[in-house]
């Protein structure tokens, strides 16, 4: 083999390597995740959503080296932000035993009760379980991120009918509000048909909810 055919291999190989290999992972990829159904992100922003997530595994080491530590967002910062997403979305939290805050700072904290208060203690009506979809982490890599759903019931915790927050006592239909969660009011006129669907049916399936139109602060009970 001469000089010139190792030279136009090696060339062939660059260019495999460089560009056809980069581009077809990318076709790849963009149909895998317009098609797949665990991630909105995903499924609507190809290639880019896994840019995202991508920045979010390496974001603790650009905010040490580089940015705000966890303590220093505002409103919230970024480990207050992990203790309600992550449980919120995956319906598992595991909080290490201590604290990071610094407690000869001046201010106000809370603390758990030395006797908390038993779930079977609670004036809350959890007969009926309620049927709701949970998140589980299969892999969680820096390139890669792979999970499931799952169908669990799920505690409602509504209020009994006798502690029932009742709207428009004189009214012939009066509401009877007795779940715990809402949804507040938002701009629905810059929401899609899909998500406002997702909303509703969401808030329907804690019972008894209310929920906030954005018009005008009108409230409806689902």
């Given at each position: 083999?001469?000089?010139?055919?190792?030279?136009?291999?090696?060339?062939?190989?660059?260019?495999?390597?460089?560009?056809?290999?980069?581009?077809?992972?990318?076709?790849?990829?963009?149909?895998?995740?317009?098609?797949?159904?665990?991630?909105?992100?995903?499924?609507?922003?190809?290639?880019?959503?896994?840019?995202?997530?991508?920045?979010?595994?390496?974001?603790?080491?650009?905010?040490?080296?580089?940015?705000?530590?966890?303590?220093?967002?505002?409103?919230?910062?970024?480990?207050?932000?992990?203790?309600?997403?992550?449980?919120?979305?995956y319906?598992?939290?595991?909080?290490?035993?201590?604290?990071?805050?610094?407690?000869?700072?001046s201010?106000?904290?809370?603390?758990n009760?030395?006797?908390?208060?038993?779930?079977?203690?609670?004036?809350?009506?959890?007969?009926e379980?309620?049927?709701?979809?949970?998140?589980?982490?299969?892999e969680?890599?820096?390139?890669?991120?792979?999970?499931?759903?799952?169908?669990?019931?799920?505690?409602?915790?509504?209020?009994?009918?006798?502690?029932?927050?009742?709207?428009?006592?004189?009214?012939?239909?009066?509401?009877?509000?007795?779940?715990?969660?809402?949804?507040?009011?938002?701009?629905?006129?810059?929401?899609?048909?899909?998500?406002?669907?997702?909303?509703?049916?969401?808030?329907?399936?804690?019972k008894?909810?209310?929920?906030?139109?954005?018009?005008?602060?009108?409230?409806?009970?689902?």
């Amino acid at each position: 083999m001469s000089w010139l055919d190792s030279l136009s291999l090696t060339t062939t190989l660059i260019i495999i390597i460089l560009v056809i290999i980069p581009i077809s992972s990318a076709i790849y990829l963009y149909f895998y995740d317009r098609r797949q159904k665990q991630h909105a992100i995903l499924r609507n922003y190809p290639i880019l959503g896994r840019m995202r997530y991508m920045l979010e595994k390496t974001g603790p080491e650009l905010r040490q080296y580089l940015f705000n530590a966890d303590h220093e967002g505002k409103p919230f910062n970024r480990e207050e932000y992990l203790h309600i997403v992550l449980p919120g979305k995956y319906l598992n939290s595991i909080i290490g035993f201590g604290s990071k805050r610094n407690f000869e700072e001046s201010g106000y904290y809370i603390r758990n009760s030395l006797f908390t208060k038993q779930n079977e203690e609670m004036r809350v009506d959890n007969d009926e379980l309620i049927n709701t979809m949970r998140y589980r982490v299969d892999e969680d890599n820096l390139f890669s991120r792979k999970e499931h759903r799952e169908e669990i019931p799920a505690l409602p915790w509504l209020l009994p009918e006798e502690d029932a927050v009742v709207i428009g006592h004189n009214c012939e239909h009066p509401f009877h509000v007795r779940s715990l969660l809402g949804q507040s009011g938002m701009s629905y006129g810059a929401l899609g048909e899909n998500a406002i669907t997702a909303l509703s049916k969401g808030i329907g399936m804690a019972k008894e909810a209310w929920m906030n139109t954005g018009k005008a602060g009108f409230p409806l009970i689902i």
